[in-house]
């Protein structure tokens, strides 16, 4: 759906005016998002710190410093565009409440849009040989889990659109296996992207030759590709330099021929339940590119109906193409694997709903909760042939169907997040773009929800 014809965000619109702010009218913030040629960061210095001995913060300041941005190690007057915390080798509560003496005064400092990022241990599972996150140290297992609670809480702290996230590595991960994770959350390609928490593990993942098209001379399958988020999917991986293969049915062909004429991308007309479909699809990108780089299941429907209600044509066609062709086609690509690029990347894109469920949607709440099974059940199954699998699960994204929603069904699924207002269709697409990168490759079985920090599900 292009932006102009998007429903506009009255209240958030208003409530930006002079007179708004005059009667003292909470203000929704407009966020920042990416363009192409924009800096890293805005609106002033990066504090990078660590607690400890955090083998992160020194390559981070160097790659902050390294996009243009000055880097500060206290917290000064000036306004902050990011605050960056290494605490992955904390393991004790007064560690912990050295973390949150920095925390208190940079936070207060941070500018509109900015991100605060913090780095932490994986907790509780031995990691390789690390005693002192072991199950039997319970204070290091306890502080490692402490700052999930910490990240969560103070993403629905944080107002003028700034965000919070936070980065958990194997005690074998390097710098440059957590590089464009970081990139990524301090950038304004996540601004949509609040609350979460990423797993980075010790995968040593290839570099980026020009960061401004991370996707350079890669091969995009992307299915439902002829409108709405499927249609920004393409646009994005196409502007970050990605060859781009858009894949829908014959009905919506008109609208899918011309996505692959403004990518500058190829259409293929499938319907993805078929028996054969799977075959075809390999077989279409094998005999055009002889490979496929990148494959984003995005193709989805609802019919929706109350369990009570719900007869087996409903919920088989919503089983069967949310969830039964992303198995099939899962499975020819690991059948075949010399069709899988150099560090191919499967994402797969989910749902809140899947997470939180939704009244009336059970198929398609089964079926997109599925999808985080599928994931990582198969992330073990595609590192085997140095490919990755990962989910994004959007919230409330502004799209056709949103917009012919009722006004007060539409503003109450607008509010109820962090940032106080819906994601659009290309906030999906930038986060499917980090994980479709080469450089990606230690994000591996992780479901990353597009939502703004929803309440719901969290």
Known sequence: MPPSKMPADTLRNWSNTGLARRLGAPRIPVLRRYSPGQPLLEGGPALVAAVGDGRFAKPIAALVAEHGA????????????????????????????????????????????????????????????????????????????????????????????????MVVVDVDTT?????????????????????????????????????????????????????????????????????????????????????????????????????????????????????????????GITRDKLLANMDAERWDAVLAVNLGAQLTINEALLAAPDLLGPDARVVCVSSQTGIAGNRGQTNYAASKAGIIGMVRALAPRFAEHGATINAVAPGFIETEMTARMPLGTREAGRRVNSLRQGGLPVDVAETIGWLGQASSGAVNGQVVRVCGQSMLGA
């Open 175 to 299: 710098p440059a296996a957590v590089e464009s994770t970081v990139r990524f959350l301090l950038s304004a390609r996540s601004a949509y992207v609040d609350g979460q928490v990423v797993h980075v593990g010790a995968a040593e993942p290839a570099g980026v030759a020009d960061p401004q098209r991370p996707l350079a001379g890669r091969v995009a399958v992307v299915t439902g590709a002829a409108r709405g988020i499927g249609a920004a999917i393409a646009d994005t991986l196409a502007r970050d330099g990605a060859t781009i293969v858009a894949v829908d049915v014959p009905a919506a062909g008109e609208g899918l021929a011309a996505v692959a004429n403004r990518t500058g991308g190829t259409a293929l007309q499938l319907d993805i339940t078929a028996s054969d479909a799977a075959s075809r699809l390999l077989a279409f990108v094998e005999e055009r590119f002889g490979r496929v780089d990148l494959v984003v299941h995005n193709a």
């Open 70 to 165: 000055t880097v500060v190690t206290e917290t000064g007057d000036e306004k902050l565009a990011a605050v960056v915390l290494d605490l992955t080798e904390i393991a004790t509560l007064s560690e912990l409440a050295e973390a949150q003496r920095i925390l208190t005064p940079a936070v207060r400092k941070l500018a509109p849009s900015g991100r605060l990022l913090l780095l932490g241990p994986v907790s509780g599972d031995g990691r390789h040989g690390d005693h002192r996150h072991s199950q039997g140290n319970a204070e290091a297992v306890a502080v490692a889990q402490a700052l999930d609670g910490l990240v969560r809480s103070v993403a629905k702290e944080l107002r003028a659109g700034a965000t919070a996230n």
